[in-house]
């Protein structure tokens, strides 16, 4: 996943709400919207390679997802899953936050976490020169978790989607909804692409920096829309597909 946006105690109805992007390469095998685990209750899509998956809710309101982060080296196969890792965050739930405590961060290749509830939210910042996960309290606001750090300027879908946000971020839930969907459609490319040093050609670049992204083998694959009350799911839209050429579909019912 490469755009979430976190809306923590913005809205008086829904304390947190999640809109989020999924980019992936198109060749990595992926299962829709599904029940991930019977037993929590736990809500996402499917990696069907490793077998976890990038963003995961249960029925009591937890969520957990991750964006990765691009390492210095090639990604090391040999090191655990990182979908593998939300797996275990969702069964987790409320206890995640002492058990991220516990992860060494050198058995898994560079991310960021984002888990929590409506009453709290946390960051765990993976990376290979700490040998312990980073872990930040979620502040009051509407936030972007890119592949970088919380609200990191060198995006510019960070800015682009907090500027959108911010269009309709006290309405109500119609039109929360379709802002949130029009958000992750946006398509807008920058005016200014920061020098993040990727050995990628000037047009590429500039399609990453998008908040929809459509690239010949990397791009959009799915995007979900979470709005959290305190210990329950208010709302779970889920689009199979780029969202701005697919539709989001209301799945309460997979909590049921």
Request: contains cysteine; negative net charge; proline residues 7%.
């Amino acid at each position: 996943m490469c755009t979430l946006v976190l809306a923590y105690q913005v809205h008086p109805q829904y304390p947190l709400l999640v809109a989020a992007n999924r980019e992936e390469f198109f060749d990595r095998p992926t299962g829709a919207c599904q029940i991930l685990d019977a037993d929590v209750g736990a809500v996402g899509g499917r990696d069907l390679r490793a077998g976890g998956t990038w963003m995961g809710v249960t029925r009591d309101g937890f969520f957990a997802a991750l964006t990765n982060q691009r390492p210095e080296t090639a990604v090391d196969e040999k090191r655990a899953s990182r979908g593998a890792l939300i797996m275990e965050l969702l069964r987790q739930g409320r206890d995640s936050r002492s058990y991220v405590q516990s992860l060494h961060a050198q058995e898994y290749n560079p991310c960021n976490l984002v888990f929590g509830t409506a009453e709290g939210v946390h960051i765990a910042y993976i990376r290979d020169e700490n040998p312990e996960p980073e872990l930040v309290d979620l502040t009051p606001g509407v936030h972007v978790l890119p592949n970088g750090r919380l609200n990191d300027p060198a995006f510019p879908a960070v800015a682009r989607a907090t500027e959108l946000y911010q269009e309709f971020a006290e309405e109500d839930w119609s039109g929360l909804s379709l802002g949130c969907q029009r958000l992750l459609a946006d398509r807008t490319t920058p005016a200014v692409v920061p020098d993040r040093n990727l050995p990628f050609d000037a047009d590429v670049i500039r399609e990453i920096s998008r908040i929809c992204v459509r690239t010949p083998l990397f791009g959009t694959r799915s995007a979900t829309i979470v709005a959290l009350q305190k210990d329950e799911v208010a709302h779970y839209l889920y689009c199979e597909g780029p969202p701005d050429q697919h539709g989001f579909e209301e799945r309460l019912d997979l909590f049921q």
